[in-house]
């Protein structure tokens, strides 16, 4: 009798590396996000309660961290600001000396080859938690946003970022940007816009870590539809059209099916966003003795690669780093 004999590829670790379809996870595949905090005491180190083993960090801390990682292999990093004061213009988000401007500046000058990209939104630092200008009826509205967000991403394109990464999901954001950044001098900072997020309830520990929940309402308005599919190769090629260098697709896992969707209809970069919702369900059950964390994580990744991904943006990349599983 004739049948498929699969195993036969699969007899030993040398013969499934053979056949391995997948390419390994790489370690300029991974980025770190990091939460680098405004404040006077250099030794906070404060753990997020929802991230076990993810921290809001001082300026000093956070130099601390990235050497640490450097010195495993880290190549990139995605910045998150959390300020002193907020406000209802978002200034510290554009401010010369903001905190994410500081972060930039310090990291540069000690690891002058780390790829630093960073976060271009408004919700850390506007006072009602949105991601844009609020109304007092509590509608966002997205045109007056465009200029907080342009001033953003120049302001930290001018302290040495290498990629801005705008996250708000406001209508014509990329485009606003590309032309600020293009009249400033700025012409080759790429922009790798968030292009396919979600309203997701994967973000509810990233709120904890940048204190940035919405005061009122959600943001059903302005990030996507979690039952959407077809409505995120609009997102992808609207942004792309506006000047778009990569994009992101946010939530990383549960969205897989859009990320190879998207991998399958561009031909740029595309990174997958494994939110703090993932990192959190995957680490505790890893604390609780419930699955093979390790394995969970290499398998998680390994997933989002085989789904399309060119980067990810991971909480676990430090963990990855020193325990050696990247290549």
Same mark, same amino acid.
């Given at each position: 009798m004739t049948f498929y004999r699969g195993r036969?590829?699969?007899?030993?670790?040398?013969?499934?590396?053979?056949?391995?379809?997948?390419?390994p996870v790489l370690r300029e595949n991974l980025i770190m996000p990091y939460f680098v905090v405004e404040t006077e005491d250099q030794s906070l180190e404060k753990e997020i309660a929802s991230m076990p083993g993810q921290y809001q960090l001082s300026l000093s801390k956070l130099e601390e961290h990235v050497a640490k990682a450097v010195d495993n292999g880290l190549h990139s990093v995605i910045l998150f600001g959390i300020p002193k004061a907020k406000d209802e213009q978002a200034s510290q988000a554009y401010a010369e000396n903001g905190i994410v401007q500081q972060a930039v500046?310090?990291?540069?000058?000690?690891?002058?080859?780390?790829?630093?990209?960073?976060?271009?939104?408004?919700?850390?630092?506007?006072?009602?938690?949105?991601?844009?200008?609020?109304?007092?009826?509590?509608?966002?509205?997205?045109?007056? #946003?465009? %200029? +907080?967000?342009?001033?953003? /991403?120049?302001?930290?394109?001018?302290?040495?970022?290498d990629m801005v990464a705008p996250s708000d999901m406001m209508d014509g954001r990329v485009a606003a940007i590309r032309e600020a950044l293009d009249a400033n001098g700025l012409s080759m900072t790429p922009i790798m816009s968030y292009a396919a997020k979600y309203a997701s309830a994967y973000y509810g520990p990233f709120r904890d870590a940048a204190e940035s929940a919405p005061a009122c309402g959600d943001r059903k308005t302005y990030q996507m539809d979690p039952g959407n599919s077809r409505e995120a190769l609009r997102e992808v090629f609207a942004d792309l059209d506006e000047g778009a260098d990569a994009l992101i697709v946010k939530p990383a896992g549960p969205y897989g099916?859009?990320?190879?969707?998207?991998?399958?209809?561009?031909?740029?970069?595309?990174?997958?966003?494994?939110? #703090?919702? %993932? +990192?959190?369900?995957?680490? /505790?059950?890893?604390?609780?003795?419930?699955?093979?964390?390790q394995r969970v994580i290499m398998e998680s990744l390994t997933g989002l690669k085989r789904a399309g991904a060119d980067s990810i943006i991971t909480y676990f990349t430090e963990y990855v780093l020193e325990k050696g599983l990247a290549r």
């Open positions: 036969r590829l699969r007899q030993t670790e040398e013969m499934r590396a053979f056949f391995c379809e997948t390419a500046r310090q990291l540069k000058k000690r690891f002058p080859k780390l790829f630093i990209i960073t976060d271009v939104c408004l919700c850390e630092y506007m006072s009602h938690g949105h991601c844009g200008v609020l109304t007092k009826q509590g509608t966002v509205l997205n045109d007056p #946003s465009l %200029e +907080y967000l342009a001033k953003t /991403a120049v302001s930290q394109a001018q302290a040495g970022s099916d859009i990320l190879r969707m998207v991998r399958d209809n561009v031909d740029v970069h595309v990174c997958a966003y494994q939110v #703090s919702g %993932e +990192y959190a369900l995957i680490r /505790a059950a890893g604390l609780n003795g419930w699955v093979d964390e």
